[in-house]
């Protein structure tokens, strides 16, 4: 009688050990590996099986699906000093598992030909794939032609339709804010945000508007666009709560505006959240837990953003390269700055 591969003791069953047991292909046996959809339970279940007979361990996946390849990605970003990069990058390199996938990590610092150099240098090195990662959510041009390897786009999507996106819904994102805010009470909600020009800036105020049109009420003036920075937020406070005194909550479009906010309705008397609760974007950490209460913000899931890119360019290496955009959920992370009113 045969033995199977894990008995032979010779080497560590793979993933195509585990499809040919089962009787499907190496696509497949992915993807019912992965937990993924379209496929059916039976199928899946028949999978499951045969990786237990076989002892196929997860982190086995990945030498399965890159097998004769180089085991290598490139990841190239245009801002890996600021905070969005470096949790995006975290995601990413948990999904292809430690010493499963190496991670070539260049920054191009938003420069064209260095970009290009960068490119071309990974592509010498026969990588299997390239994430590209954005500094801003607005659409970016793709690449440069003659790239033969799976591109895949984060957080900023490539302007060609024909390009795999992944970024996060900043229109959901905007809906949850006020939805969570209305949630707590709040039916005068203004709204300051940041640069018009910023994509993310104007989905989000999509998703606001459309909560406040669900839930039956009118936005407390315009939607004030201005930087995104501390003394913007305040000089903004001012000037909305001079023109909008009855106002009972506040969403900025994002925590350093948030954190200016704060500032304004304290030297103006307004008790946080008592008076007026306030809500940021980006939950970005020392600024939100540092505020006084702690901000209440969206957190744009970016590790969550970085895995899902891992896991499309293991798709498009495995010849299953999706296209168009798709987006991330975000998610609430509520402090002291919008508790409910009583």
Not at 4 to 18: E, K, M, N, Q, W
Not at 176 to 185: F, N, R
Not at 327 to 337: M, P
């Amino acid at each position: 009688m045969a033995r199977s591969p894990a008995s032979r003791g010779a080497r560590a069953a793979t993933l195509s050990d585990v499809a040919r047991l089962a009787g499907v292909s190496v696509a497949t046996a992915s993807k019912a590996l992965n937990g993924r959809n379209h496929v059916h339970a039976q199928t899946r279940a028949r999978v499951l099986e045969a990786a237990q007979q076989l002892s196929f361990s997860p982190n086995s996946l990945a030498r399965g699906l890159l097998a004769g390849r180089s085991g290598t990605v490139g990841l190239l970003t245009s801002d890996l000093v600021g905070r969005f990069s470096l949790p995006i990058l975290m995601g990413a390199e948990d999904a292809f598992g430690a010493g499963q996938v190496s991670v070539f990590l260049c920054d191009a610092r938003g420069d064209a030909i260095r970009e290009r150099h960068h490119v071309q240098a990974l592509v010498s090195r026969r990588v299997d794939g390239l994430i590209v990662v954005g500094s801003s959510t607005d659409p970016r041009p793709p690449l440069v032609e003659g790239v033969d390897v799976p591109v895949v786009y984060a957080y900023a999507p490539s302007e060609d339709p024909a390009d795999l996106s992944i970024v996060p819904d900043n229109v959901g994102a905007g809906r949850m804010a006020v939805e969570h805010l209305i949630a707590c009470g709040r039916t005068r909600i203004a709204h300051i945000s940041g640069d018009r020009d910023y994509s993310a800036a104007r989905d989000r105020v999509v998703g606001a508007e459309a909560a406040l049109e669900a839930a039956g009420l009118e936005p407390v003036g315009e939607v004030a666009y201005g930087t995104w920075s501390e003394g913007w937020g305040r000089a903004a406070a001012g000037l909305v709560l001079d023109r909008h005194p009855e106002l009972d909550a506040i969403l900025c479009g994002s925590d350093q505006v948030a954190r200016g906010v704060l500032d304004t309705l304290r030297e103006r008397g307004r008790a946080v959240p008592e008076d007026v609760a306030v809500m940021g974007f980006d939950n970005w950490e020392v600024v939100a837990t540092g505020s006084r209460p702690g901000l209440t913000s969206v957190d744009m899931n970016l590790e969550e953003l970085g895995r899902t890119a891992a896991r499309a360019m293991f798709d498009a290496i495995d010849n299953e390269h999706a296209r168009g955009v798709q987006t991330t959920q975000c998610r609430v992370v509520i402090r002291g700055s919008t508790a409910p009113v009583a």
